[in-house]
């Protein structure tokens, strides 16, 4: 039963083709496409797959794209299901006031963060980082309950954001350093350590409530480069969100 997890995020959206809906399955065929260019993925990257029995997916650009990314889809005749955070699901309880509000790519990452550290055995809490066009950090103590979670402006957003509000700063192509010399350096780094010292925060609060050191998982499109720039160990994991899917269609193909 061949799988495709849909992952539409504000800026791109990713796929990924499986062999099948569970945690571990073979890996197909992978890409991404950025929003503008949706159209383009049934006569292009989509068309020569074989077609998938099976469509999870989340989305957080609205339903505009969501009705786009569905139009691609007639391609197999298949109709997605779309993940709306719920209460609980595959091993994490949902903490926030109102579950439903909370965004569905930050639920699947949680769930496929928690996968993990069940698979290794691991009774730990965890801390989970997305970093994208926003940057996310959510806290799930050792039960796997979501206890909450941040939400801070990605590095392109803060930089823009002080292009447009301070005469003279233009968005730079400068450096993370550790004490920085110049502007560029500067304002590159000061977004580095906003967004490391938030995440720093968080390991504290969750290491204090729960009394155990957490693991900190790190995803998202500009993970990679953040990842060197912090002073507390992370696990960089590429497709966090592709793993939470996957677990949740194994578990509900399971309930069906």
């Not at 005749?77 to 609980?88: G, H, K, L």
């Not at 392109?156 to 968005?171: C, F, N, P, Q, W």
């Not at 957490?214 to 966090?240: R, Y």
Request: aromatic share 6%.
């Amino acid at each position: 039963m061949t799988f495709l997890a849909l992952d539409v995020g504000n800026t791109r959206l990713k796929w990924a083709l499986y062999e099948e809906p569970r945690s571990g399955s073979r890996l197909i065929a992978q890409g991404a496409q950025f929003l503008e260019n949706i159209e383009t993925l049934a006569e292009g990257d989509w068309a020569d797959l074989p077609a998938p029995r099976w469509v999870l997916g989340c989305v957080v650009a609205g339903d505009a794209v969501k009705r786009r990314v569905e139009e691609q889809l007639e391609l197999w005749d298949v109709t997605p299901q779309w993940v709306v955070s719920s209460n609980a699901e595959a091993g994490v309880t949902n903490g926030y006031d109102h579950p439903a509000r909370l965004g569905s790519d930050r639920w699947v990452a949680m769930i496929g963060a928690r996968q993990r550290l069940v698979a290794r055995g691991l009774a730990r809490p965890c801390v989970v980082v997305m970093v994208g066009t926003a940057v996310t950090v959510e806290a799930i103590d050792t039960e796997g309950r979501f206890l909450g979670g941040i939400i801070l402006p990605g590095h392109g957003i803060m930089l823009r954001a002080l292009e447009s509000g301070t005469a003279g700063l233009h968005v730079p192509t400068g450096e993370v350093r550790d004490f920085p010399t110049n502007t560029s350096d500067a304002l590159t780094s000061g977004g580095t350590f906003a967004i490391a010292g938030a995440v720093q925060r968080m390991v504290d609060n969750l290491r204090r409530h729960c009394g155990d050191e957490p693991v900190c998982f790190m995803t998202g499109g500009a993970g990679w480069k953040m990842a060197p720039s912090m002073a507390l160990q992370v696990e960089l994991v590429e497709g966090l969100i592709f793993d939470g899917l996957l677990e949740m269609a194994s578990r509900r193909l399971a309930l069906a």
